[in-house]
């Protein structure tokens, strides 16, 4: 049955992280629904190449490391200049792997997926905030989070947690911005079939193709929803995991398969 979406034609989209997966998938989405997309990425080369395939000025390719926060300033000021206010943006640049407590050398690991798994989020939606308040655009911001965000997995306390955390401000950024019209929009995947989860040597109940996915956080996201699970299978995973009890939850996770510990 096909997803019916309103028209994106004449919309204003800016998602960082988009040069693969996800963000690439929904780049592409909103594209060839008609909208201007801003992309971003620390590689632009495949921004670029991106930018080819639609007419120009379509795509505008910026490079930026979320974690930068005078970066993400600048780029969203060139995005506006560029195109004016995003009626939406997308924070989902974030990166994965497994990490251990007990290795020193995991430390690292641990800094940079919360710098850009919790920070990155931050540092994207801050910059337009004020021009969305000033604009009377109603604008929406959204939030790629993670089914992982809901309990602690074992081998993956960095990534568990930087989810955990994002669910978390998302929901306070919602309530922040009532008074102003800005929807607040999280999304929490389970697995997806990208580079990201390639690496996995497990198994991944339900998994989705990344550009399905897409469809379905795009239909998510011009319905305006406040929190959604995609695909709705795990959206039953998440709320049985949500009241499963803590000792419960150790047995199951005792022998639980690790997230391949790499070098971020």
């Known amino acids: 049955m096909a997803i019916l979406h309103a028209p994106a034609a004449g919309q ?8 693969s997966g996800i963000g690439l998938a929904l780049a592409r989405h909103y594209l060839r629904q008609g909208a ?11 921004l670029y190449k991106l930018a080819a395939e639609f007419p120009d000025g379509q795509c505008l390719p910026y490079q930026a490391d979320v974690r930068d926060a005078q970066a993400m300033q600048a780029t969203a ?19 994965s792997c497994g990490t251990l407590s007990a290795e020193a050398e995991d430390i690292t690991a641990f800094h940079t997926i919360f710098e850009i798994n919790v920070f990155g989020m931050l540092h994207t939606f801050q910059p337009f905030i004020a021009a969305m308040r000033e604009s009377g655009l109603r604008g929406q911001l959204v939030g790629i989070a993670s089914v992982a965000g809901i309990r602690g997995l074992p081998g993956a ?13 998302l929901e306070s950024l919602r309530t922040e911005m009532q008074h102003d019209g800005i929807a607040v929009t999280t999304i929490a995947p ?11 040597g497990y198994r991944m ?13 795009a239909h998510a996201i011009s319905r305006r929803k406040r929190f959604v699970v995609i695909p709705w299978q795990m959206g039953w995973v998440a709320r049985i ?23 971020l």
């Open 157 to 169: 306390g960095a990534y568990s947690a930087s989810k955990s955390a994002a669910i978390t401000y």
């Open 205 to 217: 109940p339900f998994l989705m193709e990344v550009d399905i996915a897409a469809s379905k956080f």
């Open 12 to 19: 204003r989209v800016f998602i960082t992280g988009a040069s």
């Open 190 to 200: 389970g697995y997806i079939r990208t580079p990201m989860t390639d690496v996995n």
């Open 36 to 46: 201007i997309v801003g992309v971003t990425a620390r590689r632009t080369d495949l």
């Open 241 to 263: 995991l949500h009241i499963i009890p803590h000792w419960l939850w150790d047995r199951l996770t005792r022998n639980a398969p690790h997230k391949p510990r790499i070098e």
């Open 77 to 95: 000021q060139a995005f506006i200049q560029a195109a004016g206010v995003p009626h939406i943006v997308i924070a989902n640049a974030g990166v």
